[in-house]
């Protein structure tokens, strides 16, 4: 069974400062997807980032970066220079390449940033 | 912006009526989701159907039917409500090959009240 534990149920931050949210996953497929969903207080769900089991290489997007590591089953969320309009809800997820590709969500990190 | 509706998009029934909830793809996308979102549990997944008709069950499928007549439609049938589908409701649809199958695109969502 495929499992995706978010251990941080709320973080507040001071804006400004860096935020790491950590996202740990369980499955014993070879082949399988991460992702990373922003939910916004109004509610929609964000797509954030992408990323296979064969590419461990980390990634940065403007303020926003991702760090997949295998060894540790791990694939955690860093936020450098936090701002007021980063307060979300921010949720991991596990996909299979399997038929169906269904998403496997952990319980989400609340964040709040303060001015 | 991926082309899905959920209707309606607020909702409040008593215990014991039928209630269906509809996802709306203007995509063509083979596969689509519902989900629901609940405190401390992040997204599960209820149903799911990869293809016209073909349907099978999620994580969380008991107490709630659902029916795919064509491409575009996905209805989520709650044949009795329960207070403990009181939740917010999430359509997902994929794609069928490349990028497009392995991310899901996510509707509004529909706020369900249960009393």
């Known amino acids: 069974a495929q499992k995706v534990t978010q251990a941080q149920t709320e973080i507040s931050v001071v804006e400004k400062e860096d935020v790491t949210l950590d996202c740990v996953y369980e499955?014993?497929?070879?082949?399988?997807?991460l992702f990373w969903y922003k939910q916004p207080p109004s509610g929609e769900l964000v797509f954030l980032i992408r990323r296979n089991s064969f590419d461990e290489q980390n990634e940065i997007s403007g303020r926003y970066s991702w760090n997949f590591q295998k060894s540790t089953s791990s694939f955690n969320f860093t936020i450098t220079a936090s701002q007021v309009v980063d307060s979300a809800v921010y949720f991991c997820?596990?996909?299979?390449?399997?038929?169906?590709?269904?998403?496997?969500f952990g319980a989400g990190t609340i964040l709040r940033v303060k001015s | 912006d991926a082309g899905i509706t959920q209707s309606p998009r607020h909702k409040v029934t008593e215990t014991g009526t039928p209630v269906t909830l509809r996802c709306h793809q203007t995509e063509n996308h083979r596969y689509m989701y519902w989900y629901r979102q609940d405190p401390g549990h992040g997204l599960r997944l209820i149903h799911y159907s990869y293809g016209v008709k073909d349907t099978d069950k999620g994580e969380v499928s008991d107490g709630y039917s659902v029916s795919r007549s064509k491409t575009e439609d996905f209805l989520l049938t709650l044949e009795s409500a329960t207070s403990s589908q009181t939740s917010v409701y999430f359509c997902?649809?994929?794609?069928?090959?490349?990028?497009?199958?392995?991310?899901?695109?996510f509707g509004p969502g529909t706020r369900l009240t249960v009393l």
């Open positions: 997902a649809i994929s794609g069928n090959s490349g990028a497009s199958y392995n991310e899901q695109f």
């Open positions: 499955t014993r497929d070879t082949t399988y997807y």
């Open positions: 997820a596990l996909s299979l390449m399997e038929y169906g590709n269904k998403l496997v």
